[in-house]
RNA sequence: GCUCGGGUGGUGGAACUGGUAGACACGCAGGUCUCAGAAGCCUGUGCCUUCACCGGCGUGGGGGUUCAAGUCCCCCCUCGAGCACCA
C-alpha cells in the first residue's frame, strides 16, 4: 500500500491542494495494487469500455483524442461504480503510409520512429488518468499482433473473399507511386504538383460487397449514434430498380469474334449483341432517347462504327489518361457518338449509342439509358450534343406536350406518366412496376438490387504494413501461407522508399521476395504488398482481452464473456471506414464458426469535435492546443473535467482557457469541504433534497453522455452545500466526492481516503437516492394572463387549480391584467396557470 | 448538388414528452476582508425605457398551428461536417 496520509499544505497554498503531487500519488497507486487491471477471467459483470486506438503521430495526443477518451473513461469508470468489472484497453495504430510518410521525411525508419511515438504517448495518457489496464496494451506493428492480422486475411482467403483483380489506381508519373484519393489535390500529385494518371494494377480485395445487404439490415437493430448509422446507410447506398436490355441493331461485326453474349443457359445467341443499363426509374424507359456507355465498357470496341472508330479511340484514351478524381468531380459533360444504334425496348425506336466518362464502369453495369426529361445529368449531355428530349413524366399541372424549359423535371410525387403508350396515367410508382413486369415476360428487364459499396481494396505497393500472406509458385499458382508459418515477418530494410517499379519496395529484397513453396517445396515468390491499415484495426477489440495468449488470436472463453464491446466511443470519421470494415470482419468470423455475434459494438457513440476559436485544429493555422501545458498549469483532474464541461459530448466545442478557472475553482472547494466538513450535528433538509436531485440527475446525465450538464449539476450543489462559507457535514459531502470521481479521479482518491476510507473510491457503490427526498413540498408556479407571463404563485406541491386562481387573483400584478370575465383557464399541475380573457 | 448536424446574452452553453427562456460557468460591475494585493465570500448582470416601480422587446429571417412555440408545420438565409456525375 502507498502512503495514503493527504499532503501537508505547500508552500503558501491556502487550501493544501497541489494536483500535481495528488495525481503523482495515486498513479503510481493504481499501478502498485493493479488497481485498473481486472481479472478478467474471473470478474463478474463484465462491461468493456472501448475507445477508438490513436494512431502515434510525432506531434503526440492532441485535445481531440483526450476529450474523446476522457469521455470514454468516464462512462467506464461509472460503469465501475455501478459494479460492473470494467475492462479498459488501449493500443496504438501505427502501421501505415502516415508513419512511412513522417520516417521519410525525416529521415529515419518508421521501425525507430513510431516506438519512440508510442513511448510519448504512453507517458501522456499515463499523466491524465485513464482507467487503463496497462497489461494488455498493443500496437498493430508488433509481429505478436499482426501475425493475428495475416491470420485474419487467411480466414477471408479460405471463405472465398479475398481475391486479386486488376484494379484502377490514381498513378504519378513523376513519384513513381500509387495515391490514395486524397493524395490528388485538382488532378495532380499533392507532393510533386505533377499530373496524376490512372493505372490499372492487380490488386488484393475483400468481397464486402456481398455482405452489403446484411451489414445494411443489421443497422435497424443497433445502439448507435444515429448519425454514424446514416452515414453507413448512405455509404452502402442501396437502390432498388431494373436491368434492361438494349439490343444492339444491324452491328458490323469485326474479326468475326464479336463474342456474342451468352445466354443463360450457356448457348450462344449468334448476332444478339446487347446492352444492359441499370436504372432506378424503369418508369422513364419511354424516355430514354439514347445510351451511354462507359469508356471502359468492353462492348465499345466492338460496337463503334468506322467512321467514328478514331473518334472513339481517342476518347477512351483520354479518359483512361485522367485521373480518378477530377474525373469524378468534372461536371461539365463531355462524350461521342460510337455509330451505332440499339433498340429501346419499350417504344421500339432507334436510339443512338454514345460513350462519356460520366458514366462509370464500376456501377451498376457500366452503362445506362438517356432520359434527359427527367435526369439532370442526361438533359445536360443531351443539350449539348443536341439529342432528343421527350416528357414522359408530368405533374397534375402539366400537359403531354409542355415543353421542359431549361432544367431536368425530377420530381415524382402526384406525377403520372405521360407519352408512354398503355402505361399513360399510371402513377410513377404503378408506372415502375407495371413496366417491369410487362418487360420481364420478354426477358427484357429484371428486377435489380444495386449497391454503391465497393469491395475493399485491402492492397498498398509500400513498405510499413503486414505482408500479405501469399506466395505464389510456378507449379501450384497462388498459395496462402500456412497458419503455422505465420507471421510473414516484415523485414527491416533501409530502403523502404516506394520506387520506379510501381511494386513494394519489398520486392527489390531477394532474400526475403523468394522463398519456397508451402505446397510443393519449390522455388517460389511472396506477395510483396502490404495490407491496409484499415485491416488492422478491423479486429484489434478482438484481441485486447486475450492480447497475451501467443497461441490463439483470440481466446474462445474469454470473447464469449467479454464481447460484443459493452460501449465503443469514436470520433464520426471513422463512421463509414474503420466501423463498417469491423462490422463486416465480424460477420465473416462469425460465419466461419469463429465468434458467436455477428456485430463487435453493441453501443457506439460519435463523440463531438475540439475546435479553437471556431476552426478545427492544425498546425498550419498555429491554434493547435498541447495538452502537456494545460496538465502542468491546472493538473489533469481540472483538465479533463473542463474538457467534458465545453459543451455536449457529442457535439464538442470550443476550446478557450478562460473557462478552466471556473472548473478549478470548483474542484478547490469540494477539497476545503471535504477537509472542513463536520461530522457532528444533522443535516440540513435543503442541502439534503438538492443532493439526492444531484445523484439522481448527474446518473442520469452520465448514462446518455451528457457531461456538461452533469458537472453543472455537481456545481449547483456545491452552491446549496457550501453557501457562505457554510460548514456541510462529512454525510453531504461523501456522495459528493463519488460523483465527481469519473471526472476528477485523482482528487476524489485523495478525498475519499481523507473521508476514511481505505479501498479505491472506483471500488465504492455509486450512491442511491431516494426518490421521496428529491421532491419539493411547496412550488413556484407561473400564471399566465392571455399566454403572457404575469407572476408566479408559490403553492403546495399538490394544489388545485382552485387553489391556484385564489392565489393568483390574490395578487394585484395579476389581477391587473384580468379585465373581465375569464373565457377559459388551463391548469397544468405543478407546472403553470393561464388565465384567458 | 445530396445527406447529417447547428444558429439562444459580451462569451461557452442550459431548457426532459410544447408550459416562468438564459441553469451552470467565464467575463464584467459593486461590496466585504486586507497596510495593499491574491485567494475566498456576498450582491448584481438579455436588450430598450425608467431614479425606481411599471412596461415593452427578445432564441437567424418570414409565415402558420396552439390557451401557450427555442421546442411542432411550411418557406428562406447562414455556418459546420461528410459524400459527391452512383444512373
Not at 487503463?132 to 479460405?158: A, C, G, M, N, R
Not at 455477428?598 to 492544425?618: C, L, Q, T, Y
Not at 466526492?737 to 482518491?749: K, M, R, T
Not at 399566454?787 to 389581477?815: C, E, F, N, Y
Request: hydrophobic residues 40%; aromatic residues 10%; contains cysteine.
Amino acid at each position: 500500500m502507498t502512503d495514503l496520509a493527504p499532503p501537508r499544505p505547500v508552500g503558501d497554498a491556502p487550501i493544501g491542494y497541489d494536483p500535481a503531487v495528488v495525481e503523482r500519488r495515486w498513479q503510481a497507486h493504481w499501478d502498485a495494487e493493479g488497481t485498473n487491471s481486472p481479472d478478467l477471467a474471473r470478474g463478474e459483470n463484465p462491461f468493456y469500455a472501448l475507445m477508438m486506438f490513436p494512431y502515434p503521430s510525432a506531434e503526440g495526443l492532441h485535445v481531440g483524442n483526450l476529450f474523446a477518451f476522457t469521455g470514454s473513461d468516464i462512462y467506464g469508470r461509472f460503469q465501475r461504480l455501478q459494479g460492473h468489472t470494467t475492462f479498459e484497453p488501449i493500443g496504438y495504430d501505427a502501421f501505415g503510409i502516415h508513419s512511412e510518410n513522417f520516417a521519410i521525411k525525416q529521415g529515419l525508419h518508421p521501425g525507430e520512429l513510431i516506438p519512440r511515438n508510442i513511448d510519448n504517448f504512453r507517458r501522456q495518457l499515463q499523466r491524465v488518468g485513464l482507467m487503463i489496464d496497462w497489461t494488455h496494451e498493443l500496437s498493430t506493428t508488433d509481429p505478436s499482433y499482426y501475425k493475428w492480422t495475416q491470420w485474419v486475411f487467411l480466414q477471408l482467403y479460405k471463405q472465398g473473399l479475398a481475391y486479386k483483380k486488376k484494379a484502377a489506381v490514381n498513378w504519378c508519373p513523376l513519384d513513381k507511386t500509387v495515391l490514395a484519393n486524397e493524395q490528388v489535390i485538382a488532378g495532380a500529385c499533392e507532393r510533386c504538383g505533377t499530373m496524376v494518371e490512372q493505372r490499372f494494377l492487380e490488386q488484393w480485395f475483400f468481397r464486402i460487397t456481398d455482405y452489403a445487404n446484411r451489414l445494411l439490415t443489421n443497422l435497424d437493430g443497433l445502439d448507435w449514434s444515429e448519425s454514424t448509422k446514416t452515414a453507413q446507410r448512405n455509404w452502402i447506398g442501396k437502390s432498388e430498380g431494373a436491368e434492361v436490355v438494349f439490343p444492339i441493331q444491324d452491328v458490323m461485326l469485326y474479326g468475326g469474334s464479336a463474342m456474342a453474349s451468352a445466354g443463360a443457359s450457356g448457348e450462344v445467341v449468334a448476332n444478339a449483341l446487347e446492352v444492359r443499363v441499370f436504372t432506378t426509374r424503369p418508369d422513364t424507359l419511354f424516355g430514354a432517347t439514347y445510351l451511354v456507355l462507359s469508356p471502359e465498357h468492353p462492348l465499345v470496341s466492338i460496337i463503334a462504327g468506322d467512321e467514328q472508330r478514331d473518334d472513339v479511340a481517342a476518347y477512351v484514351a483520354h479518359a483512361a489518361k485522367q485521373d480518378l478524381v477530377t474525373r469524378k468531380t468534372t461536371k461539365e459533360k463531355s462524350g461521342v457518338f460510337t455509330g451505332a444504334y440499339a433498340t429501346n425496348p419499350a417504344t421500339g425506336d432507334a436510339i443512338p449509342v454514345w460513350i462519356a466518362d460520366y458514366v462509370l464502369l464500376e456501377y451498376g453495369t457500366g452503362a445506362i439509358m438517356g432520359v434527359p426529361a427527367h435526369d439532370e445529368r442526361d438533359f445536360e449531355f443531351a443539350q449539348k450534343f443536341d439529342l432528343t428530349i421527350t416528357r414522359v413524366i408530368a405533374s397534375p399541372e402539366h400537359t403531354a406536350d409542355l415543353p421542359l424549359g431549361d432544367a431536368a423535371f425530377t420530381e415524382t410525387a402526384g406525377c403520372r406518366l405521360v407519352n408512354s403508350g398503355r402505361f399513360n396515367g399510371l402513377t410513377v410508382d404503378e408506372g415502375r412496376t407495371a413496366i417491369v413486369t410487362e418487360l420481364s415476360a420478354r426477358h427484357a428487364a429484371t428486377p435489380v438490387v444495386n449497391y454503391r459499396l465497393h469491395d475493399w481494396c485491402i492492397s498498398r505497393q509500400r513498405y510499413w504494413g503486414p505482408p500479405i500472406p501469399i506466395v505464389y509458385c510456378d507449379a501450384c499458382g497462388t498459395v496462402p501461407v500456412p497458419e503455422s508459418q505465420l507471421p510473414v515477418l516484415l523485414p527491416m530494410i533501409d530502403d523502404f522508399r516506394p520506387d520506379d517499379s510501381g511494386v513494394s519496395p519489398l520486392a527489390r529484397h531477394a532474400e526475403w521476395y523468394h522463398t519456397a513453396c508451402p505446397q510443393c517445396g519449390g522455388p517460389a515468390r511472396r506477395e510483396t504488398d502490404v495490407s491496409d491499415t484499415f485491416l488492422d484495426s478491423s479486429w484489434y477489440f478482438l484481441r485486447y482481452p486475450s492480447s497475451r495468449r501467443a497461441d490463439v488470436p483470440f481466446s474462445d472463453t474469454i470473447t464469449k464473456k467479454w464481447l460484443p464491446v459493452a460501449s465503443y466511443i469514436g470520433g464520426n470519421e471513422h463512421a463509414v471506414l474503420h466501423l463498417l470494415y469491423s462490422r463486416f470482419v465480424t460477420m465473416v468470423l462469425h460465419d466461419a464458426g469463429l465468434l458467436a455475434f455477428e456485430e463487435p459494438f453493441r453501443r457506439f457513440r460519435a463523440h463531438g469535435m475540439i475546435v479553437r476559436d471556431g476552426a478545427k485544429m492544425s498546425k498550419s493555422k498555429g491554434n493547435v492546443v498541447n495538452p502537456d501545458l494545460y496538465i502542468d498549469e491546472w493538473g489533469a483532474d481540472t483538465f479533463r473535467t473542463y474538457l467534458m464541461f465545453l459543451g455536449p459530448f457529442e457535439e464538442g466545442g470550443d476550446f478557450r482557457d478562460q473557462g478552466i478557472s471556473g472548473v478549478k475553482r470548483f474542484l478547490d472547494r469540494l477539497w476545503r469541504s471535504v477537509h472542513d466538513a463536520r461530522a457532528d450535528g444533522a443535516l440540513e433538509v435543503d442541502v439534503q433534497r438538492k443532493l439526492h436531485q444531484t445523484i439522481k440527475k448527474v446518473g442520469d446525465d452520465i448514462s446518455r453522455l451528457s457531461y456538461n450538464t452533469a458537472i453543472a449539476a455537481m456545481m449547483e450543489y456545491m452552491n446549496t452545500m457550501r453557501s457562505g462559507e457554510r460548514r456541510p457535514h462529512v454525510d453531504e459531502v461523501r456522495p459528493l466526492v463519488q460523483l465527481v470521481s469519473p471526472f476528477a479521479p485523482h482528487i476524489a482518491e485523495e478525498l475519499w481516503s481523507v473521508l476514511g476510507n481505505t479501498r479505491s473510491v472506483f471500488d465504492s457503490r455509486w450512491p442511491t437516492y431516494d426518490e421521496a427526498l428529491t421532491v419539493e413540498n411547496r412550488i413556484t408556479m407561473a400564471v399566465q394572463v392571455n399566454g403572457k407571463t404575469r407572476g408566479t404563485v408559490s403553492l403546495a406541491k399538490d394544489a388545485t387549480q382552485g387553489d391556484a386562481m385564489t392565489a393568483a387573483m390574490a395578487d394585484p400584478h395579476i389581477t391587473k391584467f384580468v379585465t373581465g370575465q375569464p373565457r377559459k383557464v388551463v391548469f397544468v399541475p405543478g407546472r403553470m396557470l393561464n388565465i384567458v380573457l
